[in-house]
Structures are given as C-alpha cells and as structure tokens.
C-alpha cells in the first residue's frame, strides 16, 4: 500500500476495520499529536501494534495541538505528521480529528484496543469505558524515559 493511502477519513477508515473485524483481526487504536517524532513514539507504536493486527492512528490536527499544547505549536503541519506516521511499518491508517480528545472518532471506529501510555490510568483515558462496554481491551505502555517532543524543544532552544 502507498504511504498516502494510508491517510484517510473516519468514514473510509470505518469500513476498513469492519473487513479486518469480520477476518477476525483486531484493531488497535491510539492517538496523538506526534509532533517531532522520536524513539519513544517508534518504539510506543511498535508495541501498540503488536497487541493486534492493525494499528490505526487518532492524529490532532494543526488547530487541536494549538490548543492543548499552546501557539507554538504543532512544529510540523498535520500533512506532514501524518505522512511521517503512514510510512512506518506498523502503521496501517492514520486519521486526522480536530476534537480536543478522540472520544467521538473511538466511538465511531469502536476499534477492538486502545492504547496509551502508562502516565494515564484506565480511568482517566478517553473512550477506555466506551471500549470496555462492548468487550474490548485498553492497555497502557510505558514511555522511554528521556525521550519527549518538549524535551527535543528545550535541547533546540538552548542552542
């Protein structure tokens, strides 16, 4: 599959994981702004993939990271983000959302796992008692210590 055709709407990516859950694949779904992306993020979403078959890929757009991470950024526009993102192995589609959480794009897929990272408990990770509710599972991973997009932005300031 080309890396651009990996990047699509709710709606197309709706009917992809309805054939890959009727084939008896399961779907992983996590989310995220992946603004510079970093060892962490790669080895994060090769274990995220691995609780599955496919890893599907809730990003902010532009507007939705201007407003949880503040005016500077994203760094990188939400097409680049999300090119970056399609042409990892582990990636089999990527979805741009402009909500300030995925809750209404998790509903809509109702993927078969949500991943994030363990600096959320179950109880605090958006759509975790939606996925529970019609019998899917939600796992954390835990971060590689030292690596974060605000981390690389304070090394890149100091110079």
Not at 128 to 152: H, L, N, P, R
Request: charged share 30%; aromatic share 6%.
């Amino acid at each position: 599959m080309k890396i651009e055709n990996k990047i699509t709407n709710k709606k197309m990516a709706k009917r992809q994981i309805e054939i890959w859950q009727n084939n008896n694949e399961a779907v992983v779904f996590t989310n995220g702004c992946f603004d510079i992306l970093h060892a962490g993020h790669i080895k994060y979403l090769f274990k995220a993939k691995s609780l599955g078959y496919h890893l599907i890929i809730g990003l902010n757009t532009d507007n939705s990271v201007k407003r949880l991470k503040g005016n500077s950024r994203p760094i990188q526009p939400e097409q680049d983000r999300a090119l970056i993102l399609s042409a990892l192995e582990a990636t089999d589609l990527v979805i741009l959302f402009d909500e300030d959480t995925p809750l209404n794009l998790i509903t809509f897929l109702k993927p078969d796992v949500l991943v994030k990272g363990s600096d959320y408990t179950i109880d605090e990770i958006v759509g975790a008692k939606e996925i529970i509710e019609w019998g899917g599972k939600v796992e954390t991973i835990k971060f590689v210590d030292g690596k974060s997009t605000s981390a690389i932005i304070e090394e890149m300031e100091k110079e």
